[in-house]
């Protein structure tokens, strides 16, 4: 059966309630009837409702960007995923680049995030990428098993349903560079071979492998034909209707 592409959007830390609701006045009509892929916003948590809002009824459905590993406590500033649940978010993003890069995110609160989004029922996107550093000096290979690994770390395949994976090349990030269609898909046969590994291989057969980096409307189309590419995670080209768009139908 083929997979079906899953069209993300991460806005990152841009964006008021009332931009996003404006957002989704001039998207959803871009996107009414499209039925081919699965179609997902993530906002910043204070535009959730607001995104909510605006989508209910439609064909987008709303994620986080983050979820934390424990359902309550004392965790100042986190976001439980119960709590995300139950507003209506169905996806959450976790190990974005950036968490790792500035926030102190390490491959065992990836796996922390990753088994309680798997708990919560939510649809975990999980991204794993390599830094410039690492490609250059052949160690891609090595970075996305490593990360693979340890995000996937005593969880059952069975609980594991639901996930979805993002080869994010840190380099490609917000830089103007894309990987091409071929290093992507290279890329994404690597990490299905993890996921066969640790969950079998009808479990990867079925794993949705998103590609992100400097993703726009112009690379959207041959990144898409990649057999081995089911969706895209797209930051800055999702923040503007037309361009997210114009992606969502490459
Ligand atoms: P970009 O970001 O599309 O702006 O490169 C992608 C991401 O960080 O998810």
Not at 61 to 84: C, D, K, R
Not at 171 to 184: L, N, V
Request: proline share 5%.
């Amino acid at each position: 059966m083929p997979r079906i592409k899953l069209i993300a959007g991460n806005w990152k830390m841009y964006k008021t309630p009332d931009q996003t609701r404006d957002f989704f006045h001039h998207f959803l009509p871009l996107v009414t009837h499209h039925d081919r892929d699965e179609i997902l916003i993530c906002p910043p948590f204070v535009d959730l409702h607001a995104a909510l809002e605006s989508a209910e009824g439609t064909n987008v459905m709303i994620g986080s960007q983050n979820i934390h590993w424990a359902n309550e406590g004392a965790f100042t500033g986190e976001i439980s995923p119960l709590v995300l649940q139950a507003i209506g978010v169905t996806h959450a993003i976790i190990g974005h680049s950036e968490r790792r890069q500035y926030f102190g995110e390490t491959d065992d609160t990836v796996n922390l995030r990753l088994k309680n989004a798997l708990e919560a029922g939510l649809t975990p996107i999980v991204c794993v990428g390599e830094v410039l550093e690492e490609r250059e000096a052949g160690l891609t290979e090595d970075v996305l098993r490593r990360q693979c690994t340890r995000a996937f770390h005593k969880v059952s395949t069975k609980k594991a349903d639901k996930l979805v994976v993002a080869y994010e090349p840190v380099w490609a990030i917000g830089t103007g560079k894309t990987a091409t269609p071929q290093m992507a898909s290279d890329a994404h046969a690597l990490i299905r071979g993890e996921a066969a590994q640790t969950f079998g291989h009808e479990f990867a057969d079925k794993l949705r492998i998103l590609y992100g980096g400097s993703v726009k409307p112009e690379n959207a189309k041959a990144l898409m034909s990649e057999p081995e590419i089911d969706g895209a995670l797209v930051g800055g080209a999702s923040l503007e209707p037309k361009s997210f768009a114009a992606i969502v139908h490459y």
